[in-house]
């Protein structure tokens, strides 16, 4: 009881600051609500599950659920393991080396988000992008001129790239912490059991982070699941024929390019649920892995 009412000020603060605008998203969401509505213009109309079932019934939302899904994977996978990497190896190394690379790290991560995708859409520019001009002096032949936002695949790799460079950052952090929190002589005693490193990691450090790494997990998730100035950026709005889409953008393109805002604010529900349901499953899945009591 005690730690409720500890919590209680925190939750009641999140209530107010998020319950509120979720509760009009999803109000929006039920209706006809377009720039006629917005403006007074016309009277709105209410649909119910309308917008959802049409959204449902929709090619274009699946396949663009389908590649959100899979660069937020991607962008989640190569945020951890590079943090984690180069989490060990800052134990590792000594004390100035250690320094720069969170100064560096640290740099990457105060970066906004829209400075950061514009340095980079700079360095990967077709005609004046640094990279062009580095792989065209060693040698590499049609590197002059290439476009890297072109290609669908090309675009979404370079995208990525630019966002685990932005998020690694913190899982270094975070896993650095887990990792100098743990005592040495545990790792002593392992290695005097005749434990080989590759065993005293998976066995002995790994059980001993979980915790940490599920935080650092559920972070990412949730902060590359609903991207958006990235992909916008990088790709000019979505890359050719909306071929770079991710549902924020799609919610963005269907709420205020196309003034039908009451779709946008189905995207935005639909995004919610799907965000809940993949922490709480991940979740699930670690309390049965003994990683969270």
Wanted: with cysteine; net charge negative.
């Amino acid at each position: 009881m005690a730690a409720l009412l500890y919590l209680a000020p925190a939750g009641l603060l999140l209530v107010v600051m998020m319950g509120y605008p979720l509760y009009q998203l999803v109000q929006i969401s039920l209706y006809e609500y377009g720039q006629a509505q917005a403006s007074g213009g016309a009277a709105l109309e209410f649909l119910g599950a309308g917008n959802y079932l049409a959204l449902l019934e929709d090619p274009k939302f699946w396949t663009i659920l389908v590649q959100t899904c899979l660069f937020a994977a991607v962008c989640v996978v190569g945020s951890l393991a590079v943090g984690i990497g180069l989490a060990v190896l800052a134990t590792r190394i000594s004390r100035i080396p250690r320094l720069l690379l969170f100064l560096a790290a640290i740099g990457a991560w105060a970066t906004p988000a829209m400075a950061g995708s514009t340095v980079w859409l700079f360095l990967f520019d077709q005609d004046f992008g640094l990279v062009n001009e580095v792989l065209t002096g060693i040698g590499i032949d049609g590197a002059a001129g290439f476009s890297w936002t072109y290609d669908k695949f090309i675009a979404f790799g370079l995208v990525a790239a630019e966002v685990i460079w932005c998020s690694f950052p913190f899982v270094l952090v975070t896993t650095y912490a887990g990792l100098s929190g743990i005592p040495g002589e545990v790792v002593e005693a392992a290695s005097l059991d005749g434990a080989s490193a590759w065993r005293t990691a998976r066995s002995v450090l790994l059980p001993m982070l979980k915790p940490v790494l599920v935080i650092a997990t559920i972070q990412s998730i949730i902060w590359d699941f609903k991207i958006f100035t990235q992909i916008y950026v990088m790709t000019n709005g979505g890359g050719v024929a909306g071929q770079n889409m991710v549902l924020n953008v799609y919610a963005y393109q269907e709420a205020f390019a196309g003034s039908n805002y009451g779709m946008g604010s189905a995207i935005g529900v639909v995004m919610t649920v799907l965000l809940m349901l993949i922490t709480l499953a991940y979740l699930r899945a670690q309390r049965k892995d003994g990683a969270i009591v």
